[in-house]
């Protein structure tokens, strides 16, 4: 059996991605349940090494950095929205109205919402999850939308993350009880260098405990008009609240939209929306010691058919790591009814991505495209194509975006 790359053969891969498969249909979530039913290997022509889309990295210099060496319970809270206060709307990579395939409006009903009425749980059927160990209110609604609420667990905290007025607000607490430890804390409290980070923090905030290392790293980015910037914090220790962090301002040459981050030994990887979609493999030996840390920046072919939002998703490591060597993964759906001139009947893909990374010789660096894998046929023409705000929800003229380019964070 050929591998697909050195460490995991083709029966690995299909062993992870079944896996994940029947997690994601078990926990009801419709946007990777399109990984079930592998079938086989990809059909294209690429050699089962893969294809080089790019050799060296484009190289971006040293980045601003700057450390914060206080306390975050000697930051003011973050302020209360205005009872009232209009919503805030986050900037979005998409525009448009929905629309069907014929380019006429979408109606709000959708095919999504027929099979949920018939569901075991709304028949009153067994719950689908068992009943969570800790269950406590995180922060409420501070009047952005989307609010993209986040967060991650270390040894003693959960951190959580969610999009305010002022760029993100940030909130510890106790993992053992789920009591508050401190916050919410606007995130750009932290930045003492002065610059855009300090003071146009705009949100779609991360949060990652790397516990490779056991630290914690947030990001969000700033205004759109005012740069194409991402803005990363990553903790001095395991402590949140009193170990101090180091601070870096990453610049990008387009706006980093829908930014997802991923902890790999080599680097953080971050992809993001942009045209073509774009990889970045930031130092992160250089971020742990606190030093000026470069980044390299890698591009994948675009799809048709997604003309305004695209990104790839990278596979975040959780649990042992790898073996020495092992490259960053990425991933994307690639509907062929959509995207393809010529599509193949009765299968749909996941175009696979491997980017090894060489921050001493980035000439070396090296952006591959694996064979993709075959998996059993989905539409991802969820109210037409790069539709928003498009399912209604009960009580609120409010409707939610299918998010349907995109394989959802995180892969784990």
Not at 219 to 226: G, I, K, R, S
Request: with cysteine; net charge negative; hydrophobic share 40%.
């Amino acid at each position: 059996m050929q591998p697909l790359r050195s460490g995991i053969s083709t029966a690995a891969l299909r062993h992870f991605i079944t896996s994940m498969s029947r997690r994601a249909l078990a926990a009801g979530t419709l946007a990777t349940a399109l990984l079930f039913a592998l079938v086989s290997y990809g059909s294209e022509p690429i050699p089962p090494e893969g294809k080089v889309i790019q050799q060296g990295g484009e190289v971006f210099p040293a980045v601003a950095w700057g450390v914060f060496d206080g306390s975050l319970r000697d930051l003011p809270l973050a302020p209360t929205p205005e009872p009232g206060a209009p919503p805030i709307e986050q900037p979005d990579g998409r525009c448009c109205q929905a629309q069907q395939d014929d380019g006429s409006p979408m109606q709000a009903e959708t095919s999504l919402r027929q099979p949920q009425g018939t569901s075991a749980v709304a028949q009153g059927g067994a719950a689908a999850f068992s009943p969570p160990e800790l269950n406590f209110p995180g922060q409420g609604y501070t009047d952005v939308r989307p609010p993209d609420t986040v967060g991650d667990v270390g040894l003693q905290y959960y951190v959580q993350a969610v999009n305010h007025s002022q760029g993100t607000s940030i909130a510890v607490y106790d993992k053992v009880t789920g009591a508050l430890s401190w916050g919410p804390t606007v995130l750009r409290s932290l930045w003492t260098a002065g610059g855009n980070c300090a003071t146009a923090g705009r949100g779609d905030p991360i949060v990652l405990y790397d516990h490779l290392a056991n630290r914690w790293l947030i990001a969000e980015f700033v205004d759109p008009n005012l740069g194409n910037t991402l803005c990363v914090y990553l903790s001095r220790t395991d402590d949140p609240l009193n170990g101090g962090w180091f601070f870096y301002e990453f610049h990008t040459p387009q706006f980093p939209d829908y930014p997802k981050f991923a902890v790999w030994p080599d680097a953080y990887y971050v992809t993001t929306n942009e045209r073509p979609p774009a990889v970045y493999a930031l130092d992160r030996a250089r971020m742990l010691a606190g030093l000026p840390a470069s980044q390299q920046r890698f591009t994948a072919e675009p799809l048709g058919g997604f003309t305004s939002f695209q990104a790839l998703t990278p596979a975040d490591l959780h649990g042992a790591a790898p073996p020495a060597g092992s490259p960053g993964l990425f991933v994307r759906h690639r509907d062929d009814e959509v995207h393809d001139s010529e599509p193949v009947a009765g299968v749909d893909f996941l175009d696979l991505f491997e980017l090894r990374v060489d921050f001493a010789a980035p000439q070396n660096s090296r952006f591959t495209a694996l064979p993709s894998v075959e998996v059993a046929q989905f539409d991802s023409r969820l109210c037409g194509v790069g539709s928003v705000q498009c399912i209604p929800q009960p009580g609120t003229s409010q409707s939610l975006d299918p998010v349907s380019e995109v394989v959802m964070w995180r892969a784990q």
